[in-house]
């Protein structure tokens, strides 16, 4: 889950990391009074989930309250690649001598909670990861002992960043312990500014939290944004499937994650577009099997839909009995082939005879019947 | 067959829970060797006649164990299984799906110091055809035969492992070892045990979009492998950033992308089925 520039501020100041002065304003008045409060230059920025605010147009300095109202009437409704801004943050202007990176992900090759500390900051750090690996300095941190104090500073003398050696390095110990305390996939600090006074400060943030770890942070799975993300998404959630919207025209619908995966690859090696991924997972009843296919029926890019199952512990004939009754609640206007195997799969043939489902034996089969029934529409 | 087999001990942990208790019903039809179960505060009841203690220290005393699965809840289960480690169960394997990944990181240190084989979490289990099942797959698609697979995906698993049986290949030890970004055992844990092993003679990796154990792989193949192995790489279609089911199937950057895995396998002479039909064909060519 991603959290805004705002959110991922606040954490990073409750774990004692200095951040420019500043507060989240949704009307320009809002941000001419933040401005006022402030006194100084401020900068405004949109706060959406999508990165390159700045080349967009969503990040600009405003020298006085008038100027903060001006530019945040600009920015407020702005359109960044899909997503309408409906916020944005007004801080202080940081007086910037220099601009670092830092940075805490997941490592799966380690399996360790590796940082990231460059002096190629204010950058995209994939461009430098590419360009000039050799500017970032990676350190696996041990899950048991944390980030200690000795370790941060080596890892600031061994990037070369330059400033209060005692200051950097308090920053990434304490952007370790943020990551840790509220279970993030990736926290990072980009700039890091070292200013012309000779403060460390975090001018801008980013904080993505792991899923898995959500339930122990209520209060930061509330901050979860209904718009920022799609409406079917949103309520594939309250049912609990694993759903991703696509931007194509073919519902897909399966049982295990690899075998939905597969099924996506099977319909674009064959000329499709999947409109979804959508697992009903392991053991799914009648029930669940209505609601996945009610909710890909929702979706208006829809033209057919594809069930692809393997019946292990998911009963063949239990997904059947949820897809007559979808058929008979007449919400479906699209075409239906579905490709059933192994458990209970000759319970489900019998149960679905006579019913307007195209049947096929295999998965590619069954891939090349829905494209074609599609494309044969247009 | 590599690991476990008929003479393998089994403790369950969390087998009074609804999965728990379901799938313990599900390995004794198979013929898994359960000896005890786990769960705290529940010792002293029995299910399916399996004798429950209320820890797995507890477990041990009275019986030998020679692995423990886990069917503990999420918040529990990284936990669970360093329970196990402790108590000196020398094979882990943790089904629960939707754990904390920075439970794992920790979970996963710890126990590889202390020697133990982990494998997962949010995986399927293992299962040497015809002789035990640790896991949740279904057994009657595992036909006894020549094939070892290890596989990141669940159900792809089974069908794969169909296949295989239809076709008159069969299986020896098929291990699932999970779709989350940090996991005890990876591919390359496992095939130099499949290579070791007499019985068997080709080994089927399915991997997915998401990391670099399939490269890494590939690179073990290449400098020591012997028998011939076929890959598959599921979500060769998916778009960046998304997280496809797995919490592992992710594209970061340049991660975990399928034509750098793809690359990986060709440079290492393994060839790649696009269909669970061309993972049977490909394995058909190798031994024929």
């Known amino acids: 889950m991603k959290l805004h520039e705002y959110q991922a501020k606040e954490i990073l100041a409750k774990y004692g990391i200095p951040v420019p002065p500043g507060k989240v304003a949704y009307t320009p008045e809002e941000a001419k009074k933040i401005a006022t409060e402030i006194g100084k230059t401020v900068v405004i920025k949109a706060q959406v989930h999508v990165g390159g605010r700045g080349k967009a147009g969503g990040v600009k300095l405003a020298r006085d309250p008038n100027e903060a109202y001006e530019v945040a009437k600009r920015i407020l409704g702005m359109n960044i690649k899909g997503l309408t801004v409906k916020k944005v943050l007004v801080a202080e202007a940081a007086d910037i001598a220099k601009e670092y990176y830092a940075g805490l992900i997941q490592d799966r090759a380690s399996q360790r909670v590796v940082m990231m500390v460059s002096k190629e900051g204010g950058v995209d750090i994939e461009e430098v990861a590419r360009e000039k690996p050799e500017a970032i300095v990676k350190y696996p941190i041990d899950p048991h002992t944390g980030l200690r104090p000795f370790e941060a500073r080596q890892i600031v003398i061994d990037a070369g960043l330059e400033g209060n050696l005692n200051k950097l390095a308090d920053v990434l110990v304490k952007l370790y312990r943020a990551y840790a305390g509220v279970d993030a996939f990736l926290a990072e600090i980009n700039p890091l500014v070292v200013t012309a006074e000779g403060q460390v400060i975090a001018v801008d943030a980013k904080i993505d939290l792991d899923d898995n770890g959500l339930f122990r942070h209520p209060d930061l799975a509330e901050l979860r944004e209904v718009e920022a993300e799609h409406p079917l998404e949103i309520e594939a959630l309250k049912y609990g499937f694993a759903y991703v919207k696509l931007d194509g025209n073919i519902g897909v619908l399966g049982n295990g994650a690899g075998l939905v995966m597969y099924t996506l690859d099977l319909v674009n090696r064959v000329g499709g577009k999947p409109a979804n991924f959508l697992d009903i997972g392991g053991g799914a009843k009648a029930d669940v099997v209505e609601n996945a296919l009610k909710l890909i029926a929702k979706d208006p890019d829809v033209e057919g839909i594809f069930i692809n199952i393997f019946g292990g512990i998911t009963r063949a004939d239990e997904v059947a009995k949820g897809v007559i009754r979808v058929l008979e609640a007449g919400v479906l206007k699209v075409p239906v082939v579905m490709r059933v195997a192994g458990t209970a799969e000759e319970e489900a043939r019998k149960l679905l005879e006579g019913k307007p489902v195209y049947m096929y034996p295999t998965s590619i089969e069954a891939a090349r019947a829905i494209v074609a029934m599609v494309e044969g529409k247009k | ?288």
């Open chain 2, 1 to 288: 067959m590599i690991l476990v087999d008929r003479n393998t001990r089994v403790l369950v942990q969390g087998i009074t829970g609804r999965e728990g208790s379901f799938h313990t019903r599900q390995m004794l039809d198979y013929g898994t060797r359960i000896v005890a179960g786990v769960t705290p505060g529940k010792g002293g009841q029995e299910v399916h006649g399996v004798p429950v203690y209320d820890s797995v220290k507890e477990a041990t005393k009275a019986h030998e164990v020679d692995a423990s699965i886990i069917f503990v809840p999420a918040f529990a289960a990284a936990d669970a299984a360093l329970e196990a480690a402790h108590a000196g169960v020398p094979l882990v394997v943790l089904i629960t799906e939707g754990i904390p990944t920075l439970d794992m990181v920790a979970a996963v240190k710890e126990i590889k110091e202390l020697g133990v084989r982990l494998i997962g979490g949010n995986c399927p289990g293992l299962i040497s055809a015809g002789e035990t099942k640790i896991g949740i797959m279904p057994g009657h698609v595992f036909k006894r035969g020549r094939v070892g697979i290890i596989s990141r995906s669940g159900t792809l698993t089974y069908e794969a492992a169909a296949a295989l049986s239809d076709a008159g290949l069969g299986t020896t030890t098929t291990v699932g070892i999970g779709g989350d970004p940090i996991i005890g055992t990876t591919f390359k844990d496992l095939l130099p045990l499949f290579n070791q092993d007499p019985e068997t003679e080709a080994v089927v990796v399915i991997g997915e979009i998401g990391g670099s154990d399939e490269e890494e792989a590939a690179a073990w193949i290449k400098a020591h492998m012997q028998k011939p192995v076929v890959a598959f790489i599921s979500g060769r279609s998916a778009p960046k950033g998304k997280r496809m089911g797995h919490a592992g199937a992710i594209i970061m950057g340049d991660v975990g992308t399928p034509e750098s895995k793809v690359r990986a396998f060709q440079e290492a002479g393994v060839p790649i089925a696009d269909t669970i039909d061309e993972i049977v064909e490909l394995v058909g060519k190798a031994l024929a």
